[in-house]
């Protein structure tokens, strides 16, 4: 039997607590997974008391006194909160061993990112990283086209464009967004999708100012190239998003502005919750989230040094085997 599509969900749900009571936390991660079947929202938590009761009222769900208190509580957590405080908590979320469903970047820096890996392969909990647009049925099946292109002939390059203007007025021109720009925060969904189309990047060139306009020249290890620009202070009625692949054998190109986000959640919750209750790989695993966080930090030091080429640590990080995890 199916539920719109998918399979009815035969579990118990996934008891979800949330930190943060912001804009995205109102608008997104606690409307999806109050939601349900697969989950349900057992309380939010948030430095500002009145703001975590006021979105728990309006998601029918309980605000508690204090982060211990949602960890006794559910069974997962799901984070959305400034990237430096959720690599903070979601250790120690996950040294108390409940799953994760965190946001990108999952730190604002490299290490910090590490170490938010390493207690999470410590610990054996399902993680999954929020990239939107992966979640999406249209991407999905880009992806797959993608990869009958390469089977006809090599890839050469993709040229993705991710523009915007909700930097210079609105909910999200504030705070970390303001401070570390477009990089940090649209570069991680153009980088996740090279990586996904021509695989690992191994150097990054970068140009031009994070709180403005940031171009990244990619070399992948097969060889491809990859042209990714970000802002979010272009002042445009609606978001462009624009990716281009080109190949021996042929072009594809997909118009992510016009894709309905809304069709991306159900597949996350049902995703991340398949995980938990029957141990399969998620989509996009914390292993996703520091293969984004190398490169970043690749492209800030390459910034740093007048455009550069700088490679990206390409080490093995993670141990095989882990929960949250799928390969390539």
Same mark, same amino acid.
């Given at each position: 039997?199916?539920?719109?599509?998918?399979?009815?969900?035969?579990?118990?749900?996934?008891?979800?607590?949330?930190?943060?009571?912001?804009?995205?936390?109102?608008?997104?991660?606690?409307?999806?997974?109050?939601?349900?079947?697969?989950?349900?929202?057992?309380?939010?938590?948030?430095?500002?008391?009145?703001?975590?009761?006021?979105?728990?009222?309006?998601?029918?769900?309980?605000?508690?006194?204090?982060?211990?208190?949602?960890?006794?509580?559910?069974?997962?957590? +799901?984070?959305?909160?400034?990237?430096?405080?959720?690599?903070?908590?979601?250790?120690? @979320? @996950?040294?108390?061993?409940?799953?994760?469903?965190?946001?990108?970047? $999952?730190?604002?820096?490299?290490?910090?990112?590490?170490?938010?890996?390493?207690?999470?392969?410590?610990?054996?909990?399902?993680?999954?990283?929020? %990239?939107?647009?992966? %979640?999406?049925?249209?991407?999905?099946?880009?992806?797959?086209?993608?990869?009958?292109?390469?089977?006809?002939?090599? $890839?050469?390059?993709?040229?993705?464009?991710?523009? *915007?203007?909700?930097?210079?007025?609105?909910?999200?021109?504030?705070?970390?967004?303001?401070?570390?720009?477009?990089?940090?925060?649209?570069?991680? *969904?153009?980088?996740?999708?090279?990586?996904?189309?021509?695989?690992?990047?191994?150097?990054?060139?970068?140009?031009?100012?994070?709180?403005?306009?940031?171009?990244?020249?990619?070399?992948?290890? /097969?060889?491809?190239?990859?042209?990714?620009?970000?802002?979010?202070?272009?002042?445009?009625?609606?978001?462009?998003?624009?990716?281009?692949?080109?190949?021996?054998?042929?072009?594809?190109?997909?118009?992510?502005?016009?894709?309905?986000?809304?069709?991306?959640?159900?597949?996350?919750?049902?995703?991340?919750?398949?995980?938990?209750?029957?141990?399969?790989?998620?989509?996009?695993?914390?292993?996703?989230?520091?293969?984004?966080?190398?490169?970043?930090?690749?492209?800030?030091?390459?910034?740093? @040094?007048?455009?550069?080429?700088? +490679?990206? /640590?390409?080490? +093995?990080?993670?141990?095989?085997?882990?929960?949250?995890?799928?390969?390539?």
């Amino acid at each position: 039997m199916t539920d719109g599509g998918a399979p009815v969900w035969s579990h118990a749900p996934v008891r979800v607590g949330l930190v943060g009571a912001g804009t995205w936390a109102r608008t997104m991660h606690g409307p999806v997974l109050a939601a349900g079947p697969e989950t349900t929202l057992t309380g939010v938590w948030a430095r500002r008391p009145e703001a975590a009761a006021a979105t728990a009222g309006a998601l029918g769900t309980i605000a508690v006194d204090s982060f211990e208190q949602l960890l006794a509580g559910c069974e997962a957590v +799901a984070f959305a909160v400034p990237p430096n405080v959720q690599a903070e908590l979601a250790v120690r @979320a @996950a040294g108390a061993g409940r799953a994760l469903l965190l946001e990108k970047p $999952l730190a604002l820096e490299l290490e910090a990112a590490r170490r938010l890996v390493a207690a999470v392969e410590d610990a054996t909990v399902v993680s999954e990283v929020v %990239f939107t647009k992966r %979640f999406h049925p249209r991407v999905a099946r880009f992806l797959a086209e993608c990869a009958q292109l390469s089977a006809s002939g090599p $890839l050469w390059a993709m040229d993705a464009r991710y523009w *915007h203007g909700g930097l210079l007025e609105g909910p999200f021109a504030h705070g970390w967004r303001l401070q570390h720009g477009a990089l940090s925060d649209l570069g991680p *969904h153009l980088i996740d999708l090279a990586d996904a189309v021509l695989g690992p990047v191994t150097a990054v060139r970068a140009a031009g100012d994070p709180l403005a306009y940031v171009s990244l020249s990619c070399r992948h290890a /097969n060889g491809a190239l990859s042209q990714l620009s970000v802002s979010g202070s272009v002042r445009i009625p609606a978001a462009h998003t624009m990716l281009e692949v080109a190949g021996r054998a042929g072009r594809l190109s997909l118009d992510v502005a016009t894709l309905d986000h809304s069709q991306c959640w159900p597949v996350l919750r049902r995703d991340f919750a398949t995980a938990i209750r029957t141990g399969s790989p998620v989509l996009c695993g914390i292993d996703r989230g520091l293969t984004v966080a190398q490169v970043l930090e690749s492209a800030r030091r390459s910034l740093l @040094a007048g455009g550069a080429e700088v +490679a990206v /640590n390409s080490r +093995a990080e993670r141990r095989a085997g882990r929960p949250g995890r799928r390969p390539r």
